[in-house]
């Protein structure tokens, strides 16, 4: 009996280390912040959170929604990146992080972008904000209509760079969802990946940039995506990163301590990454059926998986089957490219798991009248000879 005693304890000793990660609760997480959340960006699936409701200060994270609407401007042709900006006094004005603008200076859009998502820059944002909407009043409310349009409940802007101000708040809740916004905007991580660059490099006035997200130089897969601090905010960070198909983003706020920001946000990721997995259903654009088409340019299109359909598991769990049910509605030509024309359900044997948009991969223009009447002559000739 005690030989037994005494293998047993050296087997607990051989393994402590194991014994101790399934411990590891939740509460160990972001335990300094004042409040945090990690989700999965495909799926939006909360991995974890505390007091992801709780209004804060949020500082520079507040540029995350003024890049959506520059990106957004860019994409309607509305703004280029060659643009050259002439900068006002109230923009080089600007206190706080900034690339140094000098009034009447002329930077282009790319640059001035740039200065935003590496530097977290005050004057370049005001520069574009005023660029695209005039003044940053109107700005403002060009933001604000977009946290109306993506259903943001307790985020309210008062500027488009974060400096403390009253009635200026959000929620990680929230953030979370401008973060998922803005990287559906695939052109923020050319930039917000770079961990140096150069402005003004070929006049007297070179200017170093050096991201103020040092997660994208030590952390695998980091490539993104904004960090902040005022006094009323303290440190914030949020930071996505993609590994084996999967991307997470990770917000805290209201840290105390740059470092301990930084080791937060790297916990949380680290737990994401380590406990979940997606499966990968359906990728981007595959075909799933094809709809025929009446009266049209062509007999019948394509149609495709608008987005990438994956499922989110823990990795102790094993991977489903799961049953399609492709469901297209009638459409009115003509039909523009990307439209939806129905759905993909999928089932967990009688459970929907999820509805996903389906769309057509070309455009298809209605037939013109002369058309529709050879057409016809057509069918009147073929059948006179059958019959």
Not at 201 to 219: A, C, Q
Request: aromatic residues 8%; hydrophobic residues 40%; negative net charge.
């Amino acid at each position: 009996m005690k030989k037994l005693f005494i293998w047993l304890f050296i087997g607990l000793s051989l393994f402590p280390l194991s014994v101790h990660a399934e411990e590891v609760t939740d509460t160990t997480l972001a335990a300094n912040s004042k409040s945090a959340i990690l989700i999965e960006n495909t799926t939006g699936k909360v991995l974890f959170e505390k007091n992801a409701d709780e209004r804060v200060a949020i500082a520079s994270l507040t540029k995350m929604m003024s890049q959506i609407i520059i990106l957004e401007q860019i994409e309607a042709g509305k703004l280029t990146w060659d643009e050259m900006v002439k900068v006002s006094a109230n923009a080089a004005g600007y206190g706080g992080t900034q690339i140094y603008l000098q009034p009447g200076e002329e930077m282009s859009v790319e640059d001035l972008f740039k200065g935003v998502s590496m530097a977290s820059a005050n004057d370049a944002v005001v520069a574009l904000a005023e660029r695209v909407a005039g003044s940053e009043a109107e700005f403002v409310k060009m933001m604000m209509s977009k946290a109306n349009e993506l259903g943001l409940k307790d985020t309210n802007f008062v500027n488009p760079t974060g400096l403390d101000e009253e009635n200026h708040y959000s929620t990680a809740r929230d953030l979370a969802l401008i973060a998922q916004e803005l990287l559906t905007h695939e052109k923020i991580l050319e930039f917000s990946s770079l961990y140096e660059d150069y402005l003004r490099e070929d006049t007297p006035n070179k200017f170093w940039l050096v991201n103020t997200n040092k997660l994208v130089r030590t952390y695998p897969g980091a490539d993104g995506l904004k960090t902040g601090f005022t006094d009323a905010a303290m440190y914030c960070m949020a930071v996505t990163a993609k590994r084996d198909g999967m991307r997470l983003t990770a917000i805290v706020l209201g840290e105390e301590v740059s470092k301990t920001r930084n080791a937060e946000t790297t916990a949380l990721l680290d737990y994401g990454f380590n406990t979940y997995q997606v499966d990968i259903i359906k990728t981007k654009d595959t075909v799933v059926d094809e709809m025929k088409i009446e009266r049209g340019n062509i007999d019948k299109v394509d149609v495709v998986v608008g987005e990438e359909i994956s499922i989110l598991r823990k990795k102790t769990e094993q991977a489903k089957q799961y049953q399609e049910k492709i469901v297209l509605s009638p459409v009115k030509l003509p039909i523009k490219k990307g439209s939806v024309v129905g759905k993909l359900e999928l089932f967990d044997q009688e459970q929907l798991v999820g509805s996903y948009d389906l769309i057509v991969n070309q455009d298809v223009e209605k037939k013109n009248f002369l058309s529709i009447f050879w057409d016809n002559v057509k069918d009147i000739v073929i059948g006179q000879l059958v019959f």
